[in-house]
């Protein structure tokens, strides 16, 4: 079970995205292979939740209702797919393309993989 106290998300958000820019400083921007733990299983839920729905529409998941950074939200997004656990999202990059600054998941389905991780969330 997981226990969310309001701005909870947030912090951690804002912790998360320090330390992975303190990372990203300390390897020369290696950041594409860096997973982040705790978002991302937050975020398998609620696209669990939502796919099970009767209308299921991926796009009502943002990183505003999750209470994530665009960074964080994509971050996580990138790791599910990494894992496995989903198909079908689009992570986007700035110019720069040193940190991604979102993720398309209109198209998400979870795999038979990402459910069975999400049921043993709990």
């Known amino acids: 079970m997981i226990v969310i106290y309001e701005g909870m ?3 951690r958000s804002d912790l998360m995205l320090k330390l992975l820019r303190t990372h990203c ?3 020369n921007d290696e950041y594409k292979d860096v ?9 398998l839920i609620e696209m669990r939740l939502e796919e099970i ?17 665009d960074t ?3 971050l996580a997004v990138n790791w599910l797919m990494k894992k496995g656990y989903i198909t ?6 700035g110019e720069d393309a040193r940190m991604p600054i979102g993720a398309d998941i209109s198209a998400v389905k979870l795999t038979p993989e990402g459910i ?5 969330l709990g």
């Open 116 to 120: 069975e991780y999400e049921k043993r």
């Open 72 to 74: 964080i939200f994509a």
């Open 35 to 43: 997973m982040i733990s705790g978002p991302h299983d937050y975020l």
């Open 53 to 69: 729905k009767e209308n299921p529409d991926m796009t009502r998941i943002t990183a505003e209702k999750m209470n994530f950074s």
């Open 9 to 11: 998300m947030m912090m």
């Open 25 to 27: 400083e300390d390897t």
């Open 88 to 93: 079908g999202a689009i992570i986007k990059y």
